[in-house]
């Protein structure tokens, strides 16, 4: 069964360091988000990527971040100046439509951010 | 905004016994709900989701949940639980034909045997 690849599972990094989470989003999916979960907390939106472009974000998704789809199979995020609030397992997550009955975000493994 | 509440942290219960974790959300229009299980260190698996029709919906793994419209509720139950149930539950809803999932804080489930 296909499946959301992300890399690196574990990233640790010192504060003011950019930083670049990678996904492999299912091949035939054109819908694309980035979720984190701090510790503890919920899981949060962060942003949704359609037709190479942001379709939504969240307040957390200030000038810091940015997303790309670099190519056909990979889509990152990055972290410009990493703080320590940054902290957290960050997840990918894609789906082939936007809506209807077959709607559903797969979500892959998570990379858990360290910023010291 | 939207938003979902799951009001129990933690919940323990024996191996076969019965479950059921609480879920409400807040919407005008009728939602898209889902539940997702997540196992230590694994990322987020759906268990199952309501779109329309039929409020009781079946998943993976024998768990169900039903849409309860009159009380924002979509509870999900488990008739007896397994100890690989274990693991942390989240319901989350979107609205339809919107992009992102909001979620609730998670019910922790532990099994004891």
């Known amino acids: 069964e296909p499946e959301v690849t992300q890399t690196p599972s574990h990233q640790v990094t010192q504060m003011g360091q950019e930083v670049i989470l990678r996904c492999v989003p299912i091949?035939?999916?054109?819908?694309f988000y980035w979720y984190r979960q701090i510790l503890g907390q919920k899981v949060e939106f962060l942003v949704s990527f359609y037709n190479n472009e942001i379709s939504e974000k969240s307040e957390i998704f200030d000038d810091q971040f940015s997303v790309e789809r670099p190519d056909g199979s990979n889509f990152t995020l990055k972290i410009r100046s990493t703080k320590l609030e940054d902290s957290a397992m960050y997840f990918c997550a894609s789906t082939r439509t936007s809506g209807g009955s077959s709607y559903e975000q797969y979500f892959g493994p998570g990379t858990r951010l360290t910023v010291t | 905004a939207q938003s979902v509440t799951q009001p129990d942290i933690h919940i323990t219960v024996s191996e076969g016994a019965s479950l059921e974790l609480r879920c409400n959300y807040s919407?005008?229009?009728?939602?898209?709900l889902f539940w997702y299980v997540q196992s230590p260190g694994q990322g987020l698996q759906l268990l199952l989701k309501?779109?329309?029709?039929?409020?009781l919906v079946q998943g993976i793994k024998g768990f169900e949940a039903e849409f309860k419209r009159s009380q924002s509720s979509f509870n999900l139950r488990k008739p007896s639980v397994h100890w690989s149930d274990a693991a942390e539950y989240f319901c989350?809803?979107?609205?339809?034909?919107?992009?992102?999932?909001?979620f609730g804080a998670g019910t922790i489930l532990r099994v004891k045997s």
């Open positions: 919407y005008g229009a009728t939602p898209y």
């Open positions: 309501y779109f329309s029709g039929d409020t």
């Open positions: 091949s035939n999916h054109l819908y």
């Open positions: 989350a809803v979107n609205e339809e034909y919107g992009n992102k999932l909001v």
